[in-house]
Structures are given as C-alpha cells and as structure tokens.
C-alpha cells in the first residue's frame, strides 16, 4: 500500500486482557514509531525503532506495554494484563530513516477496554 | 520540563475568514518544529516542517512562522474552507542526547459555512 496501515481500527476487549496491535510501515521506512493519543489530547511517544531495535523505548508507561519489529518492516504493539486506562487510540507512525524525517502516520487503532 | 502548550484550545470561524493558532514551547534543545493537521479519525498529516534557522514556510493557504529566541510559533490559515475542520497539532522535536518529538495538545478548528 503506499500510506502506513494499521490493524484492526478498532479493538474492544475486557479489562485483564491481552491485545496485540498491528503496524504496517511504508515499504523502505526504516524508522518506525508508536504513539498513544487519549481524547482531545496530542500523542504521545511509547516507542521508536531504528530497523529490528528499539533505539529508543522511554515512552513506554510500565511493563505491561511490549513492542517488537522482527524483521524491520512490520511492528506490533502488545498490551498485557490491559486496563481501563489503557483506553485511546494507537498510533503509529514510520519515516524513511530517522527522526530528522517527516513522519507518516496511520488511522490508529482504537482501543477500548471495558 | 520539556513542553508544547497550544493555544487557542478550540476555535470556530466562518468559511472565508482567516486565522491564527499559536504554540509555545519550552523544548531545549531545540531541532525543528512542525505543524500536523489531524482530521477525525485520521493519523497527523504532516503540514510545514522548520529548523530554527527559519522564520516562515507556507504550504498553500497554511503558512507557519518561528521565532526561536522567543520560543513561539504560530500557523496562519487564509480564506479558510470547510475541509480545514480539523485539529492542529505542533510538534518540537528535542535533540538533546536522544531525538524525541513533543507534540502540543492540539487546536481544534471548526470552519462553518
């Protein structure tokens, strides 16, 4: 596809949980990003990955939060043990090399825990 | 403490007019700053990106100013149209020993006809 793409758009689970959460980069980006973006707020950076690794996993709020990017394309964001706080939409977002770049976003998912 | 505060919260305007949203910013050190439109259900779409060397870049009715000793920016939407009903969101990026972008809560614009 030629825009980043998440999936599903949205999620309904029920608190305890666990979801993964799907990203599918623009071809050939090498920086890929997630973002947490609660109702009538910005977003809000969980984690950066520079190919495979996570160059930089500071926004990630507590244990229960993972990601990998096994093969530097596709990402997922996996929530344990979820929590009616964990509610929002999931961003994520992927550039051609770095953070210096222009960042793409996808739609989001929207997660609701019940 | 690292911050982007975006000011007015909300805003409505009549199709045609003009407007003005503003971004104030603590984020030292400073990369660049950029200005994202979000429609509804939608990620950010990017809108004008500059460095602290820049003091405006337009984009078609949106133009973007920046004064890097004051720590302010704002982007100016001119003849407003109803497909600019969208939020406004800036974003700074730190470049102080790891790159992170800081994003501003956003403006929510609202244009009627």
């Known amino acids: 596809g030629a825009g980043v793409s998440q999936t599903p758009s949205n999620k309904v689970t029920e608190k305890g949980k666990y979801v993964e959460l799907r990203c599918d980069p623009i071809?050939?980006?090498?920086?890929l990003y997630w973002y947490r973006q609660s109702l009538g707020q910005g977003p809000e950076f969980l984690i950066y990955?520079?190919?495979?690794?996570?160059?930089?996993d500071s926004g990630l709020p507590n244990d229960r939060f993972f990601a990998v990017r096994p093969e530097g394309s596709v990402s997922t964001l996996k929530i344990q043990r979820t929590e009616r706080g964990d509610s929002a939409v999931y961003l994520c977002?992927?550039?051609?090399?770095?953070?210096?770049?222009?960042?793409?976003f996808g739609p989001g998912t929207r997660l609701t825990v019940l | 403490k690292n911050q982007v505060e975006q000011s007015p919260q909300s805003l409505i305007i009549l199709e045609g007019k003009n407007c003005t949203l503003q971004c104030n910013y603590t984020v030292s050190p400073f990369s660049n700053l950029r200005w994202y439109k979000q429609d509804t259900g939608r990620g950010p779409v990017s809108l004008t990106i500059m460095t602290f060397s820049e003091n405006t870049k337009s984009n078609g009715r949106y133009t973007a100013t920046l004064d890097a000793d004051t720590k302010q920016s704002s982007l100016h939407i001119t003849a407003s149209q109803l497909s600019d009903s969208a939020s406004y969101i800036c974003v700074v990026r730190f470049s102080g020993g790891y790159n992170k972008l800081i994003f501003g809560a956003g403006t929510r614009l609202a244009v009627h006809p």
């Open positions: 977002a992927s550039s051609p090399q770095g953070t210096r770049d222009t960042q793409y």
């Open positions: 071809s050939g980006h090498t920086a």
């Open positions: 990955f520079q190919g495979t690794g996570a160059a930089d």
